[in-house]
């Protein structure tokens, strides 16, 4: 592999919004400083390639602002990978495109694909999330420090260890509040450290015995998968009536004729 070399950063600090809709626009690792955004939107790019100053993607502090409506954004390779996004404070919002850990080039661990910490507002409504790859592969997500998230959509995934195994797809920890309403996932849960973790759907089940997590999310896919929780966390499922399954319009017709035969039944009761 060749050696990295060191790349433009992007860095805002005078609290401005950078969008990307295509290469034209750049595509090296963004900083923010002092409530500045970045925005990227399908055709857009923040990758990480170059050995400085940073590993992430787009690293947001001071109340920055980072919104992922499309494209694609990955840590750096090196190791141990960057996060695709590494944010404190501030709001994330993501609703399409990829975001990606940067693998572990040598025997590190894979990168988050992205990390979460301070007074954050996370939202995902869609795209793909990934831990980058190494000898342990990256979380999918990790969110942290009283951060507040959501997830109603997307796919949230770990990365792949040298053995094949699947890293955690949600790490929730030091007090950070997660509710998870949607969406696939590839990888187990990790809950510790006073940290709260809300599964809204049906059918839910948590086996503290075998820690296996099964039922169905609000919007209908399956959850199957282990939930590592310590002592000290919170974990709270809401289960609300399956959707009701819609008669097919055979049934609708013969029960709108048994409808009709009995209306005239009562008629024909009168006339006598």
Do not use: C, H, W
């Not at 025997?107 to 939202?123: D, E, K, M, S, V």
């Not at 990790?142 to 949600?170: E, P």
């Not at 949607?182 to 940290?195: I, K, P, R, V, Y």
């Not at 086996?207 to 609000?218: C, K």
């Amino acid at each position: 592999m060749p050696a990295l070399q060191a790349q433009a950063v992007t860095t805002l600090d005078d609290g401005s919004t950078l969008t990307r809709s295509a290469s034209a626009d750049g595509t090296d690792e963004i900083v923010l400083f002092n409530a500045s955004s970045a925005v990227i939107n399908t055709g857009g790019s923040a990758i990480n390639t170059g050995t400085q100053p940073g590993r992430d993607g787009i690293f947001g502090t001071g109340g920055s602002n980072v919104e992922v409506a499309g494209g694609t954004v990955k840590g750096r390779d090196t190791n141990n990978g960057g996060s695709g996004v590494g944010i404190n404070g501030g709001v994330f919002e993501f609703s399409a495109g990829t975001i990606t850990g940067g693998d572990s080039i040598i025997n590190g661990n894979g990168g988050r694909g992205a990390t979460i910490t301070g007074t954050n507002l996370f939202t995902m409504t869609g795209g793909t999330l990934t831990g980058g790859n190494g000898s342990t592969g990256g979380v999918g997500l990790g969110i942290f420090d009283t951060a507040v998230g959501t997830i109603s959509g997307g796919t949230v995934a770990g990365g792949i260890g040298q053995s094949g195994s699947m890293a955690y797809s949600l790490r929730i920890s030091a007090m950070a509040n997660l509710t998870v309403s949607g969406g696939t996932f590839g990888g187990d849960f990790f809950l510790s450290d006073n940290a709260s973790l809300t599964v809204r759907g049906y059918d839910l089940v948590f086996d503290r015995g075998t820690r296996s997590l099964s039922g169905f999310l609000e919007d209908g896919n399956a959850i199957d998968l282990l939930l590592f929780k310590a002592p000290d966390a919170f974990l709270t499922l809401v289960n609300a009536p399956p959707p009701a399954v819609p008669l097919p319009a055979g049934g609708i017709l013969l029960l709108s004729g048994f409808g009709v035969a009995a209306l005239f039944g009562r008629k024909r009761k009168r006339a006598t």
